[in-house]
């Protein structure tokens, strides 16, 4: 769940289409996952967070999606917005019983108005 | 305050000098970590406080680097000898559960240049 490279991908969407960001985990023994917003200069900012016991979980305008056989995490965030313009983040928490999380590479939305 | 607190925001140091970086978590968190995130890539965990115990520092690249949380409330990052390598953003975040599914808040963070 190390993130690797100086790249991060970008997804650039049109104002008011739906997006998915995706991410893959490495732990199988991950038993919660946070999706964080970071806009620059800023620190991460909560989400949507999701149990392992569960596969969808919805929130205002954003769903997470969690498939626990190939290890795979996406975020939906429906219509939209410029203020939505930031790196996303999915984070796990594995078996330590800390709640050190560990966080994935991010992902670049552009909203295009 | 209602947030994490992080000072000073923004630190130019030489290297071989040394830094502190400051933290103030929400008031009566429990949990509190630190984490260094580097230009371009996700935040790395570095280390763990439950009140004044450091449970987990496992992600402290070196011994030049040091953290404390005497009463258990603000921490303070040391980093001794500085190298270039050490020029990140250092992020802190406090949390209320010892354990469970408690949402990390994170403070804005410092940023360190090192020259």
């Known amino acids: 769940g190390e993130s690797v490279g100086l790249h991060l991908p970008t997804l650039s969407v049109q104002e008011g289409d739906n997006s998915i960001i995706n991410c893959a985990y490495s732990?199988?023994?991950?038993?919660?996952f946070i999706w964080y917003k970071q806009e620059s200069g800023k620190g991460p900012q909560f989400i949507i967070d999701i149990r392992s016991n569960m596969d969808k979980r919805q929130g205002q305008r954003v769903t997470v999606l969690l498939n626990k056989t190939v290890k795979h995490l996406s975020l939906q965030i429906a219509a939209t917005q410029p203020g939505d313009s930031a790196v996303y983040f999915c984070?796990?928490?594995?078996?330590?019983?800390?709640?050190?999380?560990?966080f994935g590479q991010g992902t670049t939305l552009q909203v295009k108005p | 305050g209602a947030g994490v607190s992080q000072s000073p925001r923004y630190k130019v140091a030489k290297r071989g000098q040394d830094v502190a970086l400051r933290c103030d978590p929400i008031s009566g968190h429990v949990s509190l970590f630190w984490y260094q995130q580097a230009l371009g890539q996700g935040p790395e965990f570095l280390t763990y406080f439950q009140n004044e115990a450091q449970l987990d520092k496992s992600g402290l690249p070196s011994d030049r680097f040091f953290a404390e949380r005497p009463e258990g409330s603000v921490s303070t990052l040391k980093i001794q000898r500085t190298q270039q390598e050490d020029s990140a953003v250092y992020l802190c975040a406090s949390s209320l559960p010892v354990r469970g599914a408690g949402e990390l808040f994170f403070g804005e963070g410092s940023r360190l240049t090192v020259l």
């Open positions: 984070a796990e928490r594995g078996s330590s019983n800390t709640g050190k999380l560990i």
């Open positions: 732990n199988s023994a991950s038993d919660y």
